[in-house]
Structures are given as structure tokens and as C-alpha cells.
């Protein structure tokens, strides 16, 4: 390594770089060859700091970097060089020893290279790289992530009028780029202020891109091993929690930005957080199709019980808040959403917890009738009365007007048994501690969607 | 053409795109492989801005060498222009060379471009964007800032014409105003930060384009400005950042207020001002870190300085006192000193309100006294606070003044100036005035400002500063600052007694002064030069004998008290030990003019000291002595000042004073009556002139007789002093010196008699005396006049042999007498008293002058007992023995032992012969005379 490095020294700074791809490429693939997970090693990672990332080795030598018009260049030569590179296991090793975050000072060089890469190659549409990213999202902790995600609107959804249109295109290329981009994204505008709620023109583009294929939100969950688990700190494999906590508290965050700034409810906004809940529970119900398929259903959920927590907890916080503002309408809405986002994935099985912890969790949150219905859940069935339905509920309260007959009806018999599941403990999950542990280690097949 | 609807995006497919993508980065066609155009490869990256966000850095990049060739051609254009003969520049331009040809065309593209993109997002692009442009507009002007033909980088005007010519630099300034006027309703923090960062970079060659923006939006780049400062203040104000690192945005921050504090300085006082009350509101850290930052900036720029401090004095009310002494209070030690110390450094650096700040410390440390208004006075912690300041203050300008290299002339470095001493330099006379108010503790601090400002600003301000005392104090409390203050200054100031006396007299002469200010500088340096042992009164002394005719001058004045000063003054004050022969005579002359004038408004004070000065003139020399008695004979016998010693006054001196209407015609066609008959026989007549009628009848307003014999008796005793002998001074049995009384003879005779002619001493046979009848009258009538003749005979007597030269007086007047006994038919001489008083005077004064033997003399003691004819036969017998005996000093011997002349009759042949007549008239009276007999023995 340090001979080709004296050789690179020589070299003006863009062919320095190119040369460095050039001789990683090689060495990569001579290792790719002996081992089948390539060991990356501290060599080729400072040899790209130092060529690629302008990262200076030395405390002597100056720092040179590339100008813009240079960067450019690099930015074309990766594209390219992940174009051409056909094997897969090189392109993601390449890409993970450029652009995984080695917790050094030359991350924000990587993350601003990693955000420009990111950004051409979806206006160029380099599906590669766009790959790469994917996976480099799996693997990356949030904070990086989120980064990404950033620049990308900023690019597409701020910067330049119109070429969100250029990203949405990306849907028909990468779909599982676009999926990892969402959850980053939902991660990225947690509404929790003005600032992080999403912009209209990206809202508008990942509810279109879920409402025309709800599966969208699931391929990367069941392009994972089941065995993975989600350390803390990264992505889930869905962003169905990220998007169902929009839907759940974004009329209430608009309401509370609307007295801020005064203005009027973005109507149309609305209506886009209306479809995309209803997207999220499609996407739950076709979620449920593909466990019973695998025969997973009640055995692995989605998300786990913990995650609620913060989300009721939230609300919670924001009822309070908008409490004296006549907001009955927003937390009502909002509070009907969250029970049914609960009832459904309960009932698809995305969601594995036994009602009682429902029932504490939500105790705080204002009254709302639904919420009442979903976490009493429904009558028992009784053998002895085969009259009533099995999905019959008790007249606590006036049953709510806008679900009398929910398509996914017909599928909560299917799980009402949930005390029967050993999954679910009788104590409430301790965080940090993965619900799913019962799991056997059986083989989730590796399956991709295309 | 900008539409208010967002154009409809290029949409390229993702290889097009890339194809755009190589020909933008090779700056080739990818189709057909030739090189581009700058135009095609300038739209090439526009359309990569619209459809690649990544590339839009490079896009910038790209486009700053097309604005840099822009400009470049543009230069270029304009030098080859410059070079064609001048008629041509009057005629249109000639087409720009082709390589650049639109360019313009391009630029005016990207402005379109680039404006769309701040309209439609302004928040993310304006910063971009406003940098992007700023930055390249600095770079522009440093680059071709050296170039030739270029104007100057202090000649804001037209290098902002000549930018602004060019294309290129128009549309980046309207992109970047464009910028600015999208955020200026949000926050323009982002475009005003890119503008000051350029400005540090670029400083004087980017002025112009600070001062265009700043024309164009003063108050937002006003408080923008301040307050992005303010931001970059607190964010390095951690203490372990050096100072120097904030210098920069500081300084840039000064140069833009600087720019625009000429057209906009009202704007910018009342920001800093809103900005500094605001900051005593109890707030931030950044409103904490206000007051310093304002000072620094402050200390920065001198206009700044000069532009805020007049009204920032002005709003420090009490109540505002009070708030900004709670808010310091709570700063921590060295910060306050820190600000203190800055405070104080700007107070030395004030100019234009030096004064009203002045005035203002020194109000607010003033101790409260129970004049002031209760609601207004400031709070004791305020007022000590102050009180430290003006310690500080006066602390600091002392070690400037001091410290200054060029204070002892040593180098030739032009000393640092301090501008607030500069400023009070104007206002000496106020600071004195007020230090002479003598307020408690504030005539400390003024006398000690007076004093460095006399240092610092040494020649003129020095003296200046103790002329103003000098004239102003009016107690010996006054005084002793003007002494304190000499004696502060003298170590650093040479010459300073010389210049303030050289300034005094200056002004007294420029007619500066009111009579009452003249008279109280002269008595202030009388006082000076009598009191003052110490060096300043030597020095006054000194420097005041330099002018001794010009004090002599005011001798002269109108104002009697100056003229008495003026007197003591010259009293006082050393004279040189020569003093040169005309000053001197100016000087006897006006001293003897007041003398008599101070006699006649009866002032004693004034006769004595014009008496004491003219005594003190009179011993300068020989000569002074001599013209001294000159002077004061010739005053004594002035027809006006007659009256002063019982003579009589002449009411008019001319017949036709009192006509209005005079008339050379008229008066020429009364034959003689215009002619001057003075001397000739025509005037003999004393009735009156021919043609005028009689003479009118003196009607003498005579002094009362005690001031007669006063005056008399200053007036001879100063004569008496004056000719006293040398080293014989005071004592009452003085003896005249021979010479002294010889001029006083000679004056005498010359001014009472003007007609010299046949004058010697010896005296020719009485019927002789016919032949100057004239002479004698005149003599006479000066007798009749001023009896103060007599008295002053008898001085002269005194001094022998000089009575000798007065021997036309005593013919002429002898020989007037005796016409008169002759023609008297009274039976007694009692009856004409006047003459018979002369006769006793003349011949008793003539004995005492030894010109007759003491038996002869002693005949005066029988006139009044005798008839006329008698008297006659008497001072006949005089005049022959004096015509026998001539009236010459050789016949007096000197007596060394008496230190006098004495005259020995008896070696002069026999008296007897003319104690004939005394002895038959006294034979014939001896009824009456009988007891007189005694007196007649030789």
C-alpha cells in the first residue's frame, strides 16, 4: 500500500483519485476471490481518505482540495466506475470502504461526497450506486443516514424548482433505494418542530410513490434476514412506524405551526397524510399476506411494542400543548388514526403486544372512542353463542361512523387469540431488549421482490 | 424576460444528461468533438444548474471565469478605446472582439436564471447565491485593481461608474441586491455575513461595492451590519481568543459604517444609540456583550467615534446613568476594567464633542450640592464611577502628553496627536473661566487638563492659557492657579513667562481686552512680579521689561485705573540695565503726562505712584534725570496744568474757539488778524488783538488752596528726590546734586522763557533793560501764571551755582519789577501785593542762591514796610551788584567737605559800596525799621 501511495503522491489530485479506485478495484477483487467477505482492512481506507477525501496524512502537508469543477469530475468517475463494475460484492465493498463512517474528520468529507454521489447518480440514473446507497443506509448508523437524506431533498425537493420529478423517477429503477430513503427521510422529519416536517413537494412524492405500490414500504424488511436484528441506533427495515407517526400527529403539528406562524391549514397537505394512512394500512394488510404465506404470522412482528412508547407519549405531549387551542378536531383525528394504525397492525400481526400495555400506555391520552373500542378489544367468542360474530364488539360507545366495515375485518378472527402467544410477555418489554428473542433461528428466505 | 410563473423545467433524459455532463466537464460537443464556445459552454452549465443540484458548485465555479473574461474584455474594450486619439471615444463603440462576443448576452442569462431560482426558494438559494456573487465581485475588483487606467481605490465614485459600466459586475450586483431585497423582510444575516467576509477579504478595492449596496439599503445594512458584528463579537469573545482574530470583521464592519457615515450618519447614530440603550435592558449574553462591542468599535473608527459621541452625551440622563451602572455592576472585575480602560482611550480619541463631554464628566463627578435638583441628581456610585473615569482620563492624556516623543524636541517624529486636547484647544478661555470658578475638586481637574493641554499644544497654548488667567483671576486665590500653573508648565515649556507677557501685551495693544480685563491683567502681573519670589515672578519681570514703552504706552490710556496700573506695573517690574534712549523718553514723558493728570482728577494714589516711577526713571541715568526734570518742569508750567499749583488757568486758548463758523475767507480778509504776531512788537499789546475787541477776562476756575499746596508739594518733592544727590536718599536734610539743579535751571529758564535772544548770564546796565521789554513781559506774565516759578526758584537756589543759569528769569522779572515800583504812585507797596511778593521771593531766592551776599539779601524783609520808589532804590542796588558781580557758577568753589558749592563774597570787593541805599532807606525809616538795622550789617 505505501508504494502505491508514494506513486500517487506524484500525481495531481483528480488522477491520484482515479488511480486509487483503480488499484482498490484490483485489490478488492484479488481478495473477493480467497475469501468471500473481504476483509477491509485500515490500508485502502487512509488511502482514500488521503486521495479521495483530501484528508491530509501528514501534519505537514498541506491540504489540497478539489474545486468544484473537480469534484465533479470525481463525482463522474465513481459514477462510471460503479456503472461499469459488474460484480456486486466489489461495487458494495468499494462503496462501504468509501463511504462508511469511520468516525474520523474526514466523515464530513465522506457524507458531503456520499450526499453529491447519491444526489448524480439519481439524476442520472445510476442504478448501481443507487443500490449501493441502499444498502449503505441498511448498514449505517441513523445520524449518517439522516444526513443523506438530507442533502438529497435539499437537492431535489429545495434547491433547484421542479426536479423532485427526477427523484420520483427513480421509484421505476430502484424501488428499494426509495424504500431505505423513506425511512430515512421519516426519520429525517420526526415533527417534533416547525422545521422537521416534511416538505409539501417530498410528501407529496413518497405518498404517491406508497399509494401506487404499498409494498414498497416492506421491501426491505422482507429482503432481510429475520435473524437481523435492529441495533440500536440504525434504521428499521420499514418505514411504516417513521410514516405512521406522521399521519398520527401531523394534524396536530400542523395545527401547532399554523399558531405559530398564523396562517392558514395546508388543506392539501392534509389530504396527503390522509392518503398515505390509508396507504400505511393497505401496506399492513398486504404485510399480513406475506407472513401467513410464510407462516410467520404472529411470530414476527413489525415493529415492536417499545416504539409506541415515544409515539404515544408525543401525542400525548402535543394534545396537551394544543388542548386550549379548540384543536378537538386535529387530536381527535389524530387520536383515531393511532388506534387504527394499532388496531390494524394488531390485527396483521406487524405489531405483537397484549392489550393491557395498550391499555396503560394510552391511559393518558385523551378520551377518544375508538381508542376506547381498540384497546378493550373485542368480545371474547363464545361457543356457546354462535350468534354473535366473532368480531363483535360491546356497545361501550357509540361505534365510530367511519369504520363500520373495514375491508381487513374479516382477518382479526385470525388473531384474537393473542394470549396464547408466548411472544408477548406479560411484563412490558424491557427497552433495548428485542421482543422477537423467542424466534427460532429458522431461515427467513432470502427473497427479493424482483 | 423574467415571468412570474416558474419556466418549465429542461427535461433531458438521465443520458442526455450525462452527455451534458462530459461536455460541460471537457468543455468539448460530445457529438462532433470541437471545442465549445464560451457562450455554448456557459449555457451547457446553466442547463446542469437547472437539471443536476449536485453539479451546482462547479456550475458556479464555471461561472465565474465567464464573468472574469467578461470583465477582462470588457477592460480590455475600454483600454484600447482609452488608446484611440479622443475624437474617436466620442463615437460609438466598436463591436467587441468575437471570442467574447455574448458573453454579455450569457451573463444576462444567468441573472434570469439565477433570479428565478431565489424567487422560488429563497431561503436556500439568496445565501448561496448573494456569497456566490459578493465573493466573485471582490475578486473582480482586487484582480483588476492594480490594473492601469484604473481609478484609484479611494476615488469611490468613479471606480463605482466604471463598475458599473460593465456589464458583467451590473448584473452581479443586481443579482446580489436582488438577493438581499428577497431576504430583507426575513433574515438578511446571511447575505450582509458573505458581504462583510468579502469586504475583510478585499478591503479597499471592494469599497465601491460595499457603498453602492449600502446607498441602496442604509438601513438594513446599517443595523445589519452592526448587528452581524455584534454576533461575530460574542461569537469570539470567549476569553481565550486573542483580540487580533476579531479584528477583521470589527474592521470591516468600520469600514462599511465608514462609508456610509457620510451620507447616512444620522442613520447610524441613532442605531448605535438604539442599540446601546437597548443593551442596558437586562437581557443576553449578545446584549451583554454590546456595550464592549460598541466601544471597540468605536475605538476602531475615529468618524464612528466623532459621529456618536455628541448625542450618546446627550442621552446620558440620570436615569439611563443609573440603568447602565446597574448593568456593569454586574459585569465581572477585569471586563469592567477592561471597558473602563477603552472608555477612557476613547475619550482621549473624542474630537468634535470633546467638549460637551468634558463638561459632561465633570458634571456627573461633580459632589452633589444642594443647589442641584433632587429628581436630577445622579447616584453616588454613578457619580464615583465618573469621578474615576476623569482621574483615568486625565491619567491617560498625561502619559500621551508626556509620553510623546516630540514633547522635548528631541526628534523630528511628528508626535502622536491626541485628539481630544485637540479639540479643547479651542476652548482654553471657557476651561479657564470655569477653573476660575473655583467649584470644589472641578478646578483641580480643569487646572491639571489646562495644563496638559498647554504641554501638548506647547507654543501658542501655554501662554495663551496664563494670558487668560492673568486677565481673568481677580483674587490672590485666582492668581495662584495662574502661579501654579507657571510652575507646572516651566520645566516643559521654555520661555513661558516671556510668551504669556508677549501675548498680554499683544492683546492689550490689538485692543482685545475691555479696560476693566487690561486693568485686571496689569494689576495681576504687578502683583506677580511684586509677590512672587519664586521664578515666575523673575520671569514676568524679565519679560515685562521688554516692553517697557509699551506699558509706557497705556501710561496714555483713557482709564486713569489702567493707567495707574500700568504704573505700578512699571514700578514693579526690573528695568534692563539699559534701557535705550527713546523708550526712555517715552516712557518719562507718559509718566510724567499722568502724573499730572492723576493731579488733576485729584488722585494721590496716582501722583504717588507716577512719582515713585518717575523717580525711578530719573536714576536709570544721567540723561534719564535730565529729561525727567524736563518733563516734569515743562508739565508744572503747561498753561493747563497752571492751575494745579494756584497759577492761573487760561480758560481758551484761541479767541475763536468758540465760533462755529470758521472761515479761511473771513479771516483772511481781517488784515492781520490770521497772521501770527507772536514775538514782534504787534503782540506787546495785551488789551487784546486788534479786530477782536478786548481780551475776555480770565476767569480762572482756581483749586482750592489746599490742593494747590499739595500738589506744590508733590511735585517738589519729587523734584527734590529726583535731584538728590546721589546715594543721598530719603533723608530730610538732603543736599542737591549741582548738575541735577543746573538742568532743572536750565529747563526752568527755557520753558519760561522761550526767547533765548540776548540771554547770557551777565547782566548788561539796567537802562538796558528797555531793549527786552518783550522778554521781560513774558517773563513776567509766566510769573503772574504759575507761582509754583517761586517755589521752584528757590529748589533751584538750593543747588548751587545753578540759579545762576535761571539769570534771564531773575533779570526779566527784576527788571519788570522795577519799571513797576518806578511807575507804582501807591503810597505803600503793601497795596500791590503781588509785587511786592515777587520782589521778597525773587531777592531772598537770588540770596539763597548766593547770587547776593546775605546782607544785601536780607533787604526783602523790609519791602512790604516801604514805599514803592523805596523798593525800587532797593532792587536797583541789586542789579547793580549783580551786574558788577555777574551770575557765574565759576565764582562758587566746591567745599569738599560739605559736598557743596559755597560762593565767597568777601574775595568779590568790597560790598559796602551797594549796602549804600539799603543803608539811607533805612536810615530814613529808621522809625519803623530801626529794628531791622542788625540785619543789614556787613
Same mark, same amino acid.
Given at each position: ?128 450506486? +443507487? ?27 429545495? +434547491? ?28 429525517? !422529519? ?27 414500504? +416492506? ?53 396527503? !397524510? ?16 406475506? +407472513? ?159 | ?8 423545467? %429542461? ?10 455532463? &462530459? ?30 443540484? %449536485? ?54 442569462? /444567468? ?31 482586487? &484582480? ?64 465601491? /461595492? ?179 473615569? /476623569? ?182 517690574? %526690573? ?78 486758548? =484761541? ?71 546721589? =546715594? ?52 513776567? &506774565? ?70 547776593? %551776599? ?42 569738599? =567737605? ?35 538795622? =542788625?540785619?543789614?550789617?556787613?
Amino acid at each position: 500500500m505505501s508504494d502505491i501511495r508514494h506513486s500517487l503522491l506524484r500525481r495531481d489530485t483528480l488522477s491520484a483519485a482515479k488511480e486509487v479506485l483503480y488499484h482498490l478495484d484490483i485489490y478488492f477483487s484479488s481478495q473477493l476471490q480467497n475469501a468471500p467477505v473481504p476483509l477491509v482492512e485500515k490500508g485502502p481506507i487512509e488511502l482514500l481518505e488521503e486521495f479521495i477525501f483530501q484528508v491530509p496524512k501528514d501534519r505537514g502537508s498541506h491540504t489540497k482540495r478539489f474545486s468544484a469543477m473537480q469534484e465533479l469530475q470525481l463525482l463522474e468517475i465513481l459514477c462510471n466506475y460503479f456503472q461499469e463494475q459488474n460484480k456486486e460484492a466489489v461495487r458494495q465493498v468499494i462503496f462501504s470502504s468509501l463511504f462508511s463512517p469511520q468516525g474520523n474528520k474526514a466523515d464530513d468529507q465522506r457524507m458531503a461526497l456520499l450526499g453529491k454521489l447519491t444526489s448524480m447518480s439519481v439524476a442520472v440514473c445510476r442504478v448501481p450506486v +443507487l443500490e449501493c446507497a441502499a444498502s449503505w443506509l441498511q448498514r449505517t448508523p441513523a445520524v449518517y443516514c439522516v444526513r443523506l437524506a438530507k442533502a438529497l431533498v435539499d437537492d431535489y425537493c429545495g +434547491l433547484v424548482p421542479g426536479s423532485v420529478q427526477t427523484l420520483k423517477q427513480i421509484i421505476s429503477v430502484s424501488p428499494r433505494f426509495c424504500c431505505q430513503f423513506i425511512t430515512a427521510v421519516a426519520a429525517l !422529519y420526526d415533527m417534533s418542530s416547525e422545521e422537521l416536517l416534511p416538505p409539501h413537494n417530498l410528501l407529496e412524492m413518497i405518498v404517491s410513490w406508497i399509494f401506487d405500490d404499498p409494498m414498497l414500504i +416492506l421491501i426491505t424488511f422482507l429482503n432481510t434476514p429475520i435473524t437481523a436484528n435492529v441495533p440500536l441506533g440504525f434504521l428499521d427495515f420499514s418505514p411504516l412506524m417513521g410514516l405512521v407517526r406522521w399521519c398520527v400527529t401531523a394534524p396536530l403539528a400542523y395545527r401547532r405551526k399554523q399558531k405559530a406562524a398564523g396562517g392558514q391549514l395546508p388543506v392539501e397537505s392534509q389530504g396527503l !397524510y390522509s392518503k398515505l394512512h390509508l396507504s400505511m394500512l393497505q401496506g399492513l394488510m398486504v404485510l399480513q399476506t406475506h +407472513l401467513t404465506e410464510k407462516n410467520l404470522y404472529g411470530r414476527l412482528g413489525l415493529f415492536h411494542f417499545d416504539q409506541l412508547v415515544p409515539l404515544v407519549e408525543e401525542l400525548g405531549q402535543l394534545c396537551d400543548e394544543l388542548n386550549p387551542l379548540n384543536a378537538e378536531q386535529e387530536m381527535e383525528l389524530a387520536l383515531d388514526r393511532l388506534a387504527q394504525a394499532l388496531q390494524v397492525s394488531m390485527a396483521t400481526g406487524a405489531l405483537l403486544c397484549a392489550r393491557d400495555d395498550l391499555r396503560t400506555l394510552c391511559a393518558r391520552l385523551p378520551h377518544n372512542n375508538l381508542m376506547q373500542l381498540v384497546i378493550s378489544g373485542p368480545v371474547q367468542p363464545q361457543p356457546a353463542h354462535p350468534s354473535l360474530t366473532p368480531g363483535y364488539y360491546p356497545h361501550i360507545h357509540t361505534p365510530p361512523l367511519g369504520y363500520p366495515s373495514l375491508p381487513a375485518h374479516p382477518a382479526l378472527p385470525a388473531h384474537t387469540p393473542i394470549p396464547a402467544h408466548p411472544a408477548v410477555p406479560a411484563i412490558p418489554a424491557i427497552p433495548g431488549h428485542p421482543v422477537q428473542t423467542f424466534m427460532p433461528g429458522m431461515a427467513f428466505p432470502f427473497r427479493p421482490m424482483r | 424576460m423574467l415571468s412570474s410563473q416558474p419556466q418549465p423545467l %429542461p427535461q433531458l433524459s438521465p443520458l442526455e444528461l450525462s452527455l451534458q455532463i &462530459k461536455s460541460f466537464l471537457s468543455g468539448t460537443d460530445p457529438q462532433h468533438g470541437h471545442k465549445l464556445s464560451p457562450r455554448d459552454h456557459a449555457r451547457c452549465s446553466l442547463l446542469l444548474l437547472q437539471c443536476l443540484p %449536485p453539479a451546482r458548485h462547479a456550475v458556479l465555479e464555471h461561472l465565474r471565469t465567464v464573468f472574469h473574461d467578461s470583465v477582462s474584455s470588457f477592460l480590455s474594450e475600454r483600454d484600447s478605446q482609452d488608446a484611440l486619439p479622443p475624437s474617436s471615444s466620442s463615437q460609438r463603440r466598436p463591436p467587441p472582439p468575437p471570442s467574447t462576443q455574448g458573453l454579455d448576452e450569457v451573463t444576462l442569462e /444567468v441573472q434570469r436564471v439565477l433570479e428565478e431560482f431565489i424567487k422560488l426558494n429563497p431561503r436556500a438559494w439568496a445565501p448561496l447565491i448573494s456569497a456566490w456573487s459578493i465573493e466573485l465581485m471582490g475578486q473582480l475588483s482586487s &484582480k483588476h485593481a492594480g490594473r492601469q487606467g484604473m481609478p484609484h481605490s479611494a476615488s469611490l465614485n468613479e471606480l463605482l461608474q466604471l463598475w458599473m459600466s460593465c456589464g458583467a459586475t451590473r448584473v452581479l450586483m443586481d443579482i446580489y441586491t436582488h438577493c438581499l431585497s428577497t431576504m430583507i423582510g426575513s433574515c438578511p444575516d446571511a447575505c450582509v455575513d458573505a458581504l462583510l467576509d468579502t469586504s475583510v477579504q478585499h478591503s479597499p478595492h471592494f469599497d465601491w /461595492v460595499v457603498a453602492h449596496i449600502g446607498n441602496s439599503f442604509p438601513s438594513t445594512i446599517i443595523s445589519r451590519v452592526l448587528s452581524c458584528g455584534l454576533k461575530d463579537f460574542c461569537a469570539h469573545s470567549s476569553p481565550t481568543d486573542t483580540a487580533d482574530k476579531r479584528v477583521p470583521k470589527l474592521g470591516s464592519v468600520v469600514g462599511i459604517l465608514g462609508h456610509l457615515s457620510s451620507r447616512h450618519g444620522q442613520s447610524i447614530r441613532q442605531e448605535i444609540l438604539r442599540m446601546f440603550h437597548e443593551s442596558l435592558r437586562p437581557g443576553s449574553k449578545q446584549q451583554r456583550a454590546t456595550l464592549p462591542y460598541l466601544l471597540q468599535l468605536a475605538a476602531l473608527s475615529p468618524s464612528l467615534l466623532g459621529t456618536v459621541c455628541q448625542d450618546l452625551v446627550d442621552s446620558l440622563k440620570p436615569a439611563t446613568l443609573s440603568q447602565l451602572q446597574q448593568h456593569c455592576s454586574t459585569l465581572p472585575r477585569e471586563e469592567l476594567d477592561n471597558m473602563l480602560n477603552l472608555s477612557v482611550h476613547l475619550a482621549c480619541q473624542t474630537s468634535a464633542g470633546a467638549p460637551r463631554l468634558l463638561r459632561f464628566l465633570l458634571d456627573t463627578a461633580m459632589p452633589a450640592s444642594v443647589i442641584t435638583t433632587p429628581g436630577l441628581a445622579v447616584h453616588d456610585s454613578v457619580r464615583e464611577a465618573c469621578d474615576r473615569i /476623569v482621574r483615568l482620563l486625565l491619567l491617560s492624556l498625561q502619559k500621551q502628553v508626556y509620553g510623546r516623543p516630540g514633547s522635548r524636541g528631541t526628534s523630528e517624529v511628528q508626535p502622536r496627536a491626541v485628539p481630544f486636547l485637540e479639540a479643547m484647544r479651542g476652548h482654553l478661555p471657557e476651561l479657564c473661566a470655569e477653573m476660575l470658578r473655583l467649584e470644589r475638586k472641578r478646578h483641580l481637574w480643569i487646572h491639571q487638563l489646562i495644563g496638559l493641554l498647554c504641554i501638548y499644544s506647547s507654543p501658542p497654548c501655554s501662554s495663551e492659557a496664563l494670558c487668560i488667567l492673568l486677565t481673568l483671576a481677580q483674587s490672590s486665590e485666582e492668581l495662584g492657579l495662574a502661579v501654579q500653573l507657571h510652575a507646572v508648565l516651566s520645566s516643559s515649556v521654555q520661555g513661558l513667562a516671556q510668551a504669556a507677557v508677549t501675548r498680554s501685551v499683544a492683546q492689550i495693544h490689538a485692543g482685545a481686552l475691555t479696560d476693566k480685563c487690561a486693568l485686571q491683567l496689569l494689576q495681576n502681573l504687578a502683583l506677580v512680579v511684586q509677590c512672587e519670589e519664586g521664578s515666575m515672578g523673575r520671569e514676568v519681570g524679565m519679560a515685562l521689561s521688554e516692553y517697557l514703552s509699551d506699558f509706557g504706552q497705556l501710561l496714555l490710556h483713557s482709564e486713569p485705573g489702567v493707567c495707574e496700573a500700568a504704573c505700578i506695573l512699571l514700578c514693579s517690574c %526690573p528695568l534692563p540695565t539699559s534701557i535705550p534712549p527713546s523708550q526712555l523718553h517715552i516712557l518719562i514723558r507718559s509718566s510724567s503726562h499722568f502724573l499730572f493728570r492723576s493731579m488733576h482728577i485729584r488722585s494721590s494714589s496716582g501722583v504717588s505712584s507716577a512719582s515713585r516711577l518717575l523717580l525711578r526713571l530719573c536714576r536709570v541715568s544721567s540723561a534719564g534725570r535730565k529729561a525727567v526734570l524736563n518733563q516734569l518742569v515743562e508739565g508744572a508750567l503747561h498753561e493747563g496744568n497752571a492751575g494745579l499749583f494756584g497759577g492761573n488757568r487760561p480758560s481758551s486758548t =484761541g479767541p475763536r474757539l468758540g465760533n462755529d463758523t470758521a472761515s479761511l475767507l473771513e479771516s483772511n480778509s481781517h488784515l492781520g488778524s490770521a497772521v501770527d504776531f507772536s514775538g514782534s512788537v504787534w503782540s506787546v499789546f495785551h488789551a487784546g488783538v486788534i479786530g477782536a475787541g478786548l481780551k475776555p477776562e480770565e476767569n480762572s476756575k482756581q483749586l482750592g488752596e489746599e490742593e494747590c499746596t499739595e500738589n506744590t508739594q508733590s511735585l517738589l518733592s519729587l523734584l527734590c528726590h529726583c535731584c538728590a544727590r546721589k =546715594g543721598e536718599d530719603g533723608g530730610q536734610s538732603t543736599t542737591l546734586d549741582p548738575e541735577a539743579a543746573k538742568t532743572l535751571a536750565v529747563t526752568l529758564t527755557e520753558n519760561a522763557c522761550p526767547d533765548v535772544t540776548n540771554s547770557e548770564l551777565a547782566w548788561p546796565p539796567e537802562d538796558h533793560a528797555r531793549t527786552t521789554v518783550q522778554r521781560d513781559l513774558l517773563i513776567y &506774565k509766566c510769573f503772574c501764571q504759575n507761582p509754583l516759578l517761586f517755589q521752584l526758584l528757590h529748589l533751584i537756589a538750593q543747588g548751587r551755582p545753578a540759579l545762576c543759569y535761571c539769570s534771564v528769569l531773575l533779570r526779566g522779572l527784576l527788571a519788570v519789577l522795577l519799571a513797576y515800583w518806578e511807575a507804582s504812585r501807591h503810597q505803600d507797596s503793601v497795596s500791590s501785593s503781588w509785587h511786592l511778593k515777587a520782589s521778597c521771593e525773587l531777592v531772598s531766592c537770588m540770596g539763597e542762591g548766593q547770587l547776593l %551776599p546775605p546782607a544785601l539779601t536780607n533787604m526783602h524783609e523790609m519791602f512790604s514796610l516801604l514805599a514803592p520808589f523805596e523798593v525800587r532804590l532797593l532792587l536797583l542796588s541789586v542789579w547793580d551788584f549783580i551786574q558788577e558781580n555777574g551770575p557765574f557758577p565759576q565764582r562758587f568753589v566746591f567745599q569738599s =567737605g560739605r559736598g557743596i558749592f559755597t560762593r565767597d563774597f568777601s574775595r568779590e570787593g568790597d560790598p559796602a559800596k551797594y549796602m549804600s541805599i539799603v543803608h539811607s532807606v533805612l536810615h530814613r525809616n529808621v522809625d519803623r525799621l530801626g529794628l531791622l538795622s =542788625g540785619r543789614f550789617q556787613l
